[in-house]
DNA sequence: TATATAAGTGTTATTTTTACACCTAAATAA
DNA sequence: TTATTTAGGTGTAAAAATAACACTTATATA
């Protein structure tokens, strides 16, 4: 009577949700190993016509001098997406901010004390609205793309992963915004999408194309910091993006 | 003297490889939630010109009659990739299979009974080759793609992004050829894209790249099932496809 | 008032993509 | 044996997308 709970049962996974309190008392379904799980984000910046990372560096041993992305652990009363964003919130002050889940990393050694799953994210912030003073705290710089420092465990590998996933989302959804103020000139613009996809852009043809985009408004608005003449600034117009959702740059 | 190793330290993050013996020992270091963590694998195959996924139904209460992927949990020694092998080979049989992560899945409450996070997996198999006994031992089946029973918690969205992901990677790089036998005719490799893309392509158009891709060879082999005529069955070559790994189709 | 600097603007050539229809080989039916 | 049926196999031209390219303009500063 209690046959058809025995661990013959041809179920290839057992969810908890399926199990009888019987069955999750039971030394089989006891013995799950359960695993330490980290959260990692790359946070991208751009400013100065480069792409930048927000990287903190440790100034005490052990691994002094090392350098990492923002991390954390997750809580068990919160989702991974949530936890990712107390993360970046806590080194920023930011809320509300894109994010992408980059996927888990989960070699055995990839921290060598201890097993540690880690989810890694990426972020775009506007460079000019985090929080300086939490930014100081945690001994973190803004380090340029091409020149990044040696980082710990498989930072690297997230980082690379997540400026590539960037990379291919940037081409078709309209998420370099993000990395710009409200108000930016095209030759912000288009320096953004050189940098993002690391090769020169034609001016004429890229002004043609974002001509071609509803969504991105012109304003009354002149930035005469990058130029004697001065330059028209736009502004990206996320509803009217929405009406009629497509992008390729 | 130990000062320097208090809970004040502004380290974000302490990985328990810069911990010191007291430190791991200590209650805020303890405290780290733990958790289950699965394994699920959206397994694909290709057969009388459609897309399947291989799908277990539950025979048996609770949620009898309803479906899921292949799954299993996370053990402490295996990395998260060799864990997606380990579930795979399990259900299949089969090793050295085409697989990519799909992502972390950490709803706190996707699965009902007790939080588990799952780490989603796509697989692509020949469906010619795996162990037909094992896959009834599971109470496994192929279900057409586009006819999809009702699936347990988000295994519905574990599809749904597994297969936008191969769709996209299955545009530029030669992973199709995992879901074919080695050898095939070019009607058989034309509908296979058409189902991967959704979209019907011309015959003569796909003829003509598939002809600029030298990895694509034709063999003298004649397949006379699928026509009365016969149609010149072809191979993937990958020696030659790693020589210049381009691939558009 | 001359100079330096980034902003701004159209046209043409090239490449890529799409559209499109008939003949062929072999099995099967008449 | 001949006709019919069926999927296999083949090339060209139009259209669309992309890439190449150079000069004028407005303004601050020398």
Known sequence: MEKEYTVDIPAPKISPAFLTQEQKMAPFYNDKDRFLVALDCVIFGFYEGELHLLLLKRNFEPAKGKWSVMGGFLHAGESADDAAKRVLHKLTGLQDVYMEQVGLFGEINRDPGERVLSIAYYALININEYDRELVKKYNAHWVEMHSLPPLIFDHH???????????IKASTAPIGFNLLPELFTLSQLQRLYEVIYDETLDKRNFRKRVNDMDYIEKTDKIDKTGSKRGAAMYRFNDKVYLKDPKFKL
């Open 157 to 167: 590998e997230m980082v690379r992963k997540a400026r590539k996933q960037m990379r």
